[in-house]
């Protein structure tokens, strides 16, 4: 039920007995408590928060969590948050989304049943859709997009698509077109690296402002968005719906 880890067996001493876990028998785990070092005050936009997990609005052009070269990050600032509460634990993030791109990043408070929460995305049981304005008029109002998407051996920071690589697939509708470019939404069923940046170029629609797939032309970063995420929620069983607008870098005046 909880999918735990062996490294969190070990981490927490705890010793698995079949015997303790029987239909109907009350087990009780202890957690050892580890202080929250990794922390950094910032603005902090709140979505969604229960027991078991947050949700926050990751502006673009800061990363997820620590990437061992900058040191601004999400994940510090609801550590911190998190540490002004009184929570015990720090905080996992359970998705990413590329540093550029803007929308909702959930992360885990609670170790035991981070898991869950994990097994939910990596099942893909949860809806994830995105706005993307994308370059010229798309000649369609829906399209279903599948190509197989490999890393890309003579470039480190890019995925191509390859016959070898793993299945992606897309549901693009369009929104609204513009006189050179289109605002689209993309549900994602699968979560490659990359997916919708790669497919949308692919398709000759490149996201406005992509440094790897695309071109840049001003400032305000990829335009692309997590805007949407939708699930069951693994203890509380009922559905979690997160929606956020538009934001205001996708607007095009003309």
Avoid at 157 to 173: D, F, Q, T, V, Y
Wanted: contains cysteine; aromatic residues 12%.
């Amino acid at each position: 039920y909880f999918h735990i880890s062996k490294s969190k067996w070990n981490e927490n001493e705890i010793v698995p007995n079949q015997k303790e876990y029987l239909e109907n028998t009350i087990v009780t785990i202890h957690f050892k408590l580890k202080e929250i070092n990794s922390r950094q005050k910032g603005d902090l936009k709140i979505l969604y928060e229960d027991d078991f997990f947050i949700a926050c609005y990751k502006p673009p052009f800061l990363l997820v969590h620590e990437d061992g070269n900058h040191s601004k990050n999400l994940q510090d600032r609801v550590n911190e948050y998190l540490y002004q509460q009184g929570w015990p634990y720090e905080s996992q993030a359970l998705h990413r989304i590329d540093t550029q791109c803007s929308g909702i990043v959930l992360f885990s408070k609670f170790p035991f049943f981070q898991g869950l929460f994990d097994s939910i995305l990596a099942n893909h049981d949860c809806i994830k859709e995105y706005y993307a304005l994308v370059q010229g008029k798309m000649p369609f109002h829906k399209k279903t997009v599948r190509f197989n998407i490999a890393r890309n051996r003579h470039n480190s920071k890019a995925m191509i698509i390859h016959p070898n690589g793993k299945l992606s697939i897309s549901h693009i509708e369009v929104i609204k077109k513009y006189s050179n470019s289109t605002l689209c939404k993309v549900r994602i069923e699968t979560g490659r690296k990359h997916q919708i940046r790669l497919q949308l170029q692919s398709i000759s629609h490149p996201i406005i402002n992509d440094p790897i797939y695309g071109t840049i032309y001003n400032d305000k970063g990829l335009l692309l968005e997590n805007f949407h995420m939708s699930f069951i929620h693994p203890v509380y069983k009922h559905k979690i719906d997160i929606q956020i607008p538009l934001d205001s870098r996708f607007q095009i005046k003309e």
